[in-house]
């Protein structure tokens, strides 16, 4: 199975900074990475397909990055709403893998 | 618009079973693979079982033999039977669907979901 490691694990930063959330793959996804966003009690939503696509209706401060296995979701100025669990997920291989996920709050 | 809604989960003992369904509206369910996640309380995302548009299915190791997935086009449902269910099967299991290709771009990523339904193994 791929091992997909997200870090860091959670963060809090200021409303209006820049956050960057990494995503490492244990062997090549291609570009088959998507990073989706789950907010407490809700399911999980679709930001960023195909490495650095974004999805329909997603805000703009949202970008996707890749490099090789790392890859990167930026969210480039922090808003109050945007609070929740960030998870990256594979869907080179089977069994599709998903990141531990990464928690984001605000200071 | 689009809409998955799931339903059947519930509490069961160890070694039981259930049947979870998801009902889809506002797209041409045919067309378009689907998929169930659970996520056990606290965790993160596991994908459990795919089925495709054309009827190939996958199972993860954790349910395979156990769980069985299968779609009914015509009344626009997916389902997930679920037998010889273990402590650790206890998860909110979600239905979402495997995104088409867009603009030539493809990752099969899960681009809608259901609200999910919670399913208890407990005796």
């Known amino acids: 199975d791929i091992q997909m490691t997200q870090s860091p694990s959670s963060l809090s930063a200021s409303v209006g900074d820049r956050v960057t959330i990494t995503c490492r793959a244990s062997?090549?996804?291609?570009?088959?990475l998507n990073w989706y966003q789950q907010k407490a009690g809700e399911a999980p939503k679709l930001l960023i397909y195909?490495?650095?696509s974004l999805h329909s209706g997603v805000p703009s401060r949202f970008s996707g990055g890749d490099s090789g296995t790392d890859f990167t979701l930026t969210i480039s100025s922090l808003q109050p709403e945007d609070i929740g669990t960030y998870f990256c997920?594979?869907?080179?291989?089977?069994?599709?893998?998903f990141g531990q996920g990464t928690k984001v709050e605000i200071e | 618009e689009v809409h998955l809604v799931e339903s059947g989960g519930g509490l069961v003992q160890p070694g039981g079973s259930l049947r979870l369904s998801c009902a889809a509206s506002?797209?041409?369910?045919?067309?378009?693979?689907m998929n169930w996640v659970r996520q056990a309380p606290g965790k993160g995302l596991e994908c459990v079982s795919f089925?495709?548009?054309?009827?190939?299915?996958y199972y993860a190791d954790s349910v395979r033999g156990r769980f069985t997935i299968s779609r009914d086009n015509a009344r626009d449902s997916l389902h997930l039977q679920m037998n010889s269910l273990r402590d650790e099967d206890t998860a909110i299991y979600y239905c979402?669907?495997?995104?088409?290709?867009?603009?030539?771009?493809?990752?099969?990523?899960?681009?809608?979901w259901g609200q999910g339904t919670m399913v208890t193994v407990s005796s």
């Open positions: 979402a669907r495997t995104g088409d290709c867009n603009h030539g771009v493809c990752s099969d990523a899960f681009d809608i």
């Open positions: 506002g797209f041409t369910f045919s067309s378009y693979g």
């Open positions: 089925i495709t548009a054309g009827d190939t299915i």
């Open positions: 062997q090549s996804v291609s570009r088959y």
């Open positions: 195909a490495a650095s």
């Open positions: 997920q594979q869907t080179h291989s089977n069994p599709r893998t």
